[in-house]
């Protein structure tokens, strides 16, 4: 016969959420009841959750740092090993998700596990959207000056990215109107005053750091351009401190190195604003009332309304694409 395990606590008076640590038994593992099933938290205690009749665990449908209540759908289970399956529940609790569980099939495999990088990204990114109230703002930014010099550094030794040079001119432009690098907090505005730039940085087994550039309106292109190699290969090997990802004020995030010609980021918690950098595409243009062809990017900043107005955040993209356009500026 068919059934479901269900989460419970063993205790009748009203409990918070708990919190799933791991599962004690497999998909396929016979099971007695009584048998131990898996270990959670609650009230700052650790426990375990028995099962209440026997048979044999065919999928586990919760993962380990889910949030479970009393009577949440933990797995599904039947009395023969290749027994028929229930139909899993149209909304799991333990997940907490808000996902349609009868849209599993019997081919999908088990929820995996989220390591402690990627369960931290998923809880803030899932916070800053809850939280922040955003708009966006949308240019586009001739980089004919920026491919310049970046040709020309490169003749005298020297190595900028465009993610470098973005760097500069958003901690430049935040000097001409630093309100955007400001947050909102319950008692008000809280303005911030070191230009520090977080840039996002892609690790090899997926996931992503956030390092910070301090400083960054007073530092050399060049500086910043050593400063973000350096802090990225921290990252591959592992090795950034928590003081290099602290700080940040501002965050950029490139995607100019893949097929990406523009998007929106979300902003970080903590920030106010964040801007997003796609690939630089060839594209015919007006100039001076003919066309042309030129090397164009768009750049895409997230605003926290809360704090920021369009018309500030109008001028600040703007303020970014001057600088862009213009990258003698940056040096």
Excluded at 55 to 78: I, T
Excluded at 189 to 201: K, S
Excluded at 220 to 245: H, S, V
Aim: net charge neutral; hydrophobic share 45%.
């Amino acid at each position: 016969m068919a059934k479901k395990i269900l989460f419970t606590t063993g205790c009748d008076r009203p409990l918070p959420r708990a919190t799933l640590i791991e599962w004690l038994v497999t998909e396929g593992d016979p099971i007695k009841a009584g048998s131990a099933l898996c270990r959670y938290e609650i009230d700052k205690a650790i426990a375990v959750c028995h099962a209440e009749t026997g048979g044999y665990v065919r999928r586990l449908l919760v993962s380990p740092g889910a949030r479970l209540a009393p009577g949440d759908v933990l797995a599904l289970a039947s009395d023969a090993p290749d027994g028929e399956l229930p139909a899993p529940p149209p909304r799991n609790g333990g997940a907490d998700d808000g996902f349609d569980w009868s849209e599993v099939d019997e081919r999908d495999g088990p929820p995996e596990p989220l390591d402690v990088m990627r369960r931290a990204i998923a809880e803030r990114m899932a916070m800053s959207k809850r939280s922040i109230p955003c708009f966006y703002l949308t240019s586009s930014v001739d980089m004919s000056g920026c491919l310049e010099l970046r040709a020309t550094l490169k003749q005298k030794g020297e190595k900028a990215t465009f993610n470098d040079m973005a760097i500069k001119a958003s901690a430049l432009a935040l000097r001409v109107h630093p309100r955007v690098a400001g947050i909102f907090v319950p008692s008000g505005f809280l303005p911030r005053g070191r230009m520090n730039i977080g840039f996002a940085a892609a690790l090899p087994d997926d996931g992503l750091v956030v390092p910070v550039v301090k400083d960054a309106d007073a530092k050399p292109l060049a500086g910043i351009a050593r400063e973000t190699r350096e802090l990225a290969a921290k990252a591959k090997r592992g090795e950034l401190a928590p003081e290099d990802c602290a700080g940040g004020i501002f965050s950029v995030s490139y995607l100019g190195s893949y097929e990406v010609d523009s998007f929106a980021a979300i902003v970080n918690p903590g920030e106010a604003a964040i801007l997003a950098v796609g690939r630089i595409l060839d594209t015919p243009v007006a100039v001076a009332g003919r066309a042309a062809i030129r090397p164009m990017m768009k750049i895409t900043l997230s605003c926290d309304h809360r704090s920021i107005d369009g018309a500030l955040g109008a001028r600040f993209a703007g303020e970014v694409k001057k600088y862009l356009e213009k990258p003698e500026s940056l040096l």
